[in-house]
């Protein structure tokens, strides 16, 4: 299965009204929806924009009431295998370009230009801090301008509110992490806790070399992290593993690798690999297939169409989406069952994920077609597959591999029955 990340859209009109799927070259992609049948996925359920961890966690087998209670902080935090004891909080968080003179935090940046580089020494200074009555706090930088903020203490819960207000909300600068349970002790001292830490970060953060460094060059400072989805330690349901199916992820990402992770998958990363526009495509294309040797079932994640979306470049996700196409000829006439989508659909003109259905071909080598030619959003809203959820698309992949038996009881869990 292909996952290109934020791979649907909307028209735009740098294209001419088209989405870059649409506007794009893509013959190879072409080639396996004229073999094959094509539909429009929801992740979720129509009409609901979901993140990353949502998007891929359920083409990988999330059962569906997983989905609904899974925060990103667990996941991101599996990512970069960091140690959890129960009783721990894990937050998602951005190096973000903060502003300082007003009341509150403003927010200028919530990735900090995307920075890259010196994230590490970054977080040095952010570790072991003293954020409550013996509540430490560490960071623990990711992917780009993510991180980890991880809280240790007694008396920790989930149940607190975001400091990120989101994308498009910057106007309303940091957020005060709230306690979910008003009146509940151990929220209030987790959202205490946080506010502290992310005090304390913008303190340590606006004058650091790597910052100090970054103005020189005329780049924004991440002199600052927003936090968000804190979650605990998690046990996940996994519909590929229940089909007692050998797995693995070739992905650049630390959400993803994350997932992967937490339902047993192998692994592989290498330098070559990241989650930019740049990625090493026919390495990632030539590692799934030697990993297929040793699998049955191999999951390509690639993350770019996402970040040329948030960065409103309609034309840069196009022409990535046409890098992808010529990467993926390998894969034509190997005898393997193929599936493409999107974990989400990314808007180019708001630079935030939507709720509109992705795009999504399945190729079997004796499987059935439809009358389809040309992948993208308009085109497979007349497919064979209809309109499915993730859940179904992944069924139907593992259908098509011949590894799916009867519903058997037990495995409502996976549906929204």
């Known amino acids: 299965m292909v996952i290109l990340d934020g791979l ?24 396996f929806l004229k073999m094959g049948q094509g539909g429009l996925l929801d992740p979720l359920f129509p009409g609901m924009p979901v993140g990353t961890h949502i998007g891929s966690g359920m083409l990988m087998g999330l059962s569906a009431s997983d989905a609904v209670n899974l925060a990103r902080g667990p996941v991101e935090a ?12 894990v937050l998602r968080c951005n190096f973000a370009t903060l502003d300082r003179g007003g009341k509150g935090l403003g927010i200028l940046d919530r990735r900090a230009g995307r920075i890259q580089d010196g994230t590490s020494e970054l ?36 149940a607190v509110s975001d400091t990120d207000p989101g994308s498009g909300k910057e106007h309303r600068g940091v957020l005060a992490a709230r306690a979910l349970v008003p009146g509940d002790g151990r929220s209030v001292a987790t959202a205490d806790a ?6 304390l970060a913008a303190e340590r953060l606006a004058m650091h070399p790597v910052n100090q460094r970054r103005l020189a060059a005329d780049l924004r400072p991440a002199n600052g992290i927003i936090s968000r989805s804190a979650g605990q330690l998690v046990r996940l349901n996994n519909l590929v593993s229940d089909c007692c199916c050998n797995a693995a992820v070739v992905t650049g990402e630390t959400t993803v690798e994350g997932l992967g992770r937490l339902f047993g998958f192998k692994i592989y990363r290498h330098d070559r690999f990241s ?16 990993a297929l040797q040793d ?5 390509l994640h690639i993350k770019g169409p996402d970040i040329c979306a948030h960065d409103h470049d309609p034309r840069g996700k196009m ?17 393997l069952v193929v ?3 999107g974990d989400h659909s990314t808007d180019c003109n708001s630079g935030r994920h939507c709720g509109d259905p992705v795009p999504a071909l399945l190729y079997a080598p004796l499987g059935r077609r439809d009358d389809l030619y040309s992948f993208g959003e308009r085109g497979c809203a007349g497919g064979g597959l209809g309109r499915l959820t993730a859940t179904s698309f992944l069924t139907s992949l593992l259908d098509a591999m011949g590894q799916l038996g009867n519903f058997k009881p037990g495995q409502q869990v996976f549906f929204r029955v």
Do not use: Y
């Not at 295998?81 to 909080?89: C, M, Q, S």
């Not at 699998?295 to 999951?299: A, E, G, K, P, S």
């Open 339 to 341: 599936g493409v989508t």
């Open 78 to 89: 599996a990512g970069i295998g960091l140690a959890l004891h129960p009783e721990d909080v």
């Open 123 to 158: 977080a040095s200074v952010l570790q072991d801090v003293h954020v409550g009555q013996g509540i430490t706090g560490s960071l623990h930088p990711t992917t780009q301008h993510r991180a980890v903020l991880h809280l240790r203490g007694p008396g920790l819960t989930s």
């Open 8 to 31: 649907g859209d909307r028209g735009c009109p740098a294209l001419d009204g088209s989405t870059p799927l649409e506007a794009a070259s893509t013959p190879n992609l072409d080639w």
């Open 275 to 290: 989650a930019l526009p740049n990625t090493d495509l026919d390495a990632k294309v030539s590692t799934t297939l030697s």
């Open 319 to 335: 022409e990535l989406i046409e890098r992808i196409d010529a990467a993926m000829a390998p894969l034509i006439d190997k005898g």
């Open 194 to 199: 946080v506010n502290a830490f992310i005090r």
């Open 295 to 299: 699998h049955d079932l191999v999951f």
